[in-house]
Nanobody, 124 residues
Framework: QVQLVESGGGLVQAGGSLRLSCTAS????????MGWFRQAPGKEREFAAA????????YYADSVKGRFTISRDNAKNTVYLQMNSLKLEDTAVYYC?????????????????WGQGTQVTVSS
């Protein structure tokens, strides 16, 4: 069993930055694909970014590409999402996810474990 705890959400003005963190329990963290999904009010949850266990591969939704950066520190069992140039439409609850699988990192179905989510609100 893997437990995920997100932190770093909050209120930020448009154009600003936030860094989300997700700390995982378990000794197999380094081999897991880690992802970030988000759910805006009234919308379905959507993929934002993912990173392979080896850190050799990263994946981004078109809507965040060039603005968000996902990274991980396997020694700390932590994955990060650096969010720059935030827009109003980035307002959402952000969820950290983990899976031992390597395929389809952009699909919710790939992931076995989910955090509780952290709220990110971008204001004008």
């Amino acid at each position: 069993q893997v437990q995920l705890v997100e932190s770093g959400g909050g209120l930020v003005q448009a154009g600003g930055s936030l860094r989300l963190s997700c700390t995982a329990s378990g000794r197999t963290f380094s081999s897991y694909t880690m992802g970030w999904f988000r759910q805006a009010p009234g919308k379905e949850r959507e993929f934002a970014a993912a990173i392979s266990g080896s850190r050799l591969s990263t994946y981004y939704a078109d809507s965040v590409k060039g603005r968000f950066t996902i990274s991980r520190d396997n020694a700390k069992n932590t994955v990060y999402l650096q969010m720059n140039s935030l827009k109003l439409e980035d307002t959402a609850v952000y969820y950290c996810t983990a899976t031992p699988r390597y395929d389809s990192p952009w699909s919710e179905r790939t992931y076995h474990y989910w955090g509780q989510g952290t709220q990110v609100t971008v204001s004008s």
